[in-house]
């Protein structure tokens, strides 16, 4: 089984910690569908398996029509061996979920909505430069639920400087009461090349401490759990196994193929990472080629990609399985984390607790084996 994502490139404005690909220049779309569509036909054997799962990602994807994502839809299907029933998922903002909009989803088949809240203030909002306001995240919700959609994951975003704890509680309350089925959510990071990242090197910003951030992280948490929630990534929850099947794969090492400028793809042997730059994209497609660059992994990398991801799981690390890839787990450092209660061990594997969650990048990264 396999999983699909697609890029789609453009957003309405630029949100001010965004430094994912995106254009707010709409003028090429058209040759950006057609690109999108060349590309998913010359890739159509870089997948030998089922297609479980589509992503449309971003960028904004729901600033395409339904009839635009159905016509990327047709080509896919007519290319690839799709299951019957794959979870289609688009990542959405609030501001293009007009009722006329998620009925038109919903009829191309499109079964899950990943939409970008990040919060429900307005004053948040702004300082963000989220497109949508309090009312679109609030209103969003119903209006999906009214078109069918049953299976509904909302972003938010904590750890956000000048702004009261309080705020972050009313937050959670808020997505508590819409009862999504799924919960991402992300600390704020702060990257050079974005607005924040250029207002913090003037000093103009300054980042929030990390015993803030650890602060709300345990409240969510706690909160989250409370309200039913299951805790199975470290920052994605859900209930009644709402697993992002898309996500999942990632993190359990399986093949994906990246569709769409700044999209990347993997095969278990190497990665692929198309351009970022929406023109030469088009201009590459347009002559057949693919821009892409192509890094082929070590037997470390696809260890320490293991590590990376798998940590971050609620099903943790199987000690087994990297002895399987020739790793040789380091006993002194792992009997340091079940000593300190940074993890436990259940069946083999090495699962985080939430101190641990915390700190898993560091922890991932004291496994990783250096080349
Ligand atoms: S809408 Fe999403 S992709 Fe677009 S700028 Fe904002 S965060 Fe980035």
């Known amino acids: ?67 635009e994502l159905n016509d990327i839809l047709d080509t896919l299907s007519a290319n690839y061996n799709v299951t019957a029933r794959p979870e289609i998922t688009l990542e959405a903002n609030p501001d293009d979920l007009s009722e006329r909009q998620l009925e038109a989803l919903k009829s191309i088949g499109i079964n899950r909505l990943s939409i970008g809240i990040q919060s429900f203030d307005d004053e948040v909002l702004k300082f963000l430069n989220r497109a949508h306001n309090r009312v679109q995240a609030l209103d969003c919700m119903e ?42 959510a992300y600390c704020l990071t702060i990257e050079p090349q974005t607005a924040f990242g250029k207002w913090a090197k003037k000093g103009q910003l300054k980042p929030v401490e990390d015993d803030y951030s650890a602060a709300q992280f345990d409240t969510m948490i706690s909160m989250l759990n409370q309200h039913g929630f299951e805790q199975y990534e470290v920052s994605n929850f859900c209930r009644d196994g709402f697993y992002s099947n898309h996500n999942t794969s990632y993190w359990q090492q399986k093949a994906y193929l990246g569709i769409g400028p700044g999209a ?81 061990t259940e069946k083999n594997n090495l699962i985080l607790t939430t101190a641990g969650k915390l700190l898993a990048d560091k922890i991932s990264s004291d496994m990783f084996l250096i080349d």
Request: net charge negative; charged share 20%.
């Open 143 to 184: 209006h999906a639920r009214n078109a069918g959609f049953e299976n509904i994951s909302i972003d938010l975003i904590y750890g956000i400087p000048n702004r009261d704890h309080k705020k972050w509680l009313e937050d959670l309350d808020k997505v508590i009461a819409m009862n999504p089925e799924h919960i991402s």
């Open 264 to 344: 990347h793809s993997y095969n278990l042997e190497s990665r692929q990472y198309n351009i970022r730059n929406n023109q030469k994209y088009i201009n590459s497609l347009a002559e057949g080629t693919i821009p892409y660059d192509i890094e082929y992994l070590s037997k470390n990398d696809i260890i320490n990609d293991y590590i990376l991801t798998a940590i971050r799981t609620k099903w943790g690390i199987n000690l087994k399985k990297l002895e399987g890839f020739g790793y040789r787990n380091d006993t002194d450092y792992i009997n340091s984390l079940l000593t300190n209660e940074l993890a436990y």
């Open 1 to 67: 089984m396999a999983g699909i994502y697609i890029h789609i490139p453009f957003c309405k404005q630029a949100c001010h910690y965004c430094d994912f690909h995106f254009s707010t220049n709409l003028k090429n779309k058209q040759l950006m569908i057609e690109a999108i569509k060349q590309e998913l036909v010359l890739q159509k054997n870089y997948l030998n398996e089922p297609i479980h799962t589509i992503y449309f990602g971003g960028g904004t994807p729901s600033m395409l029509e339904a009839s």
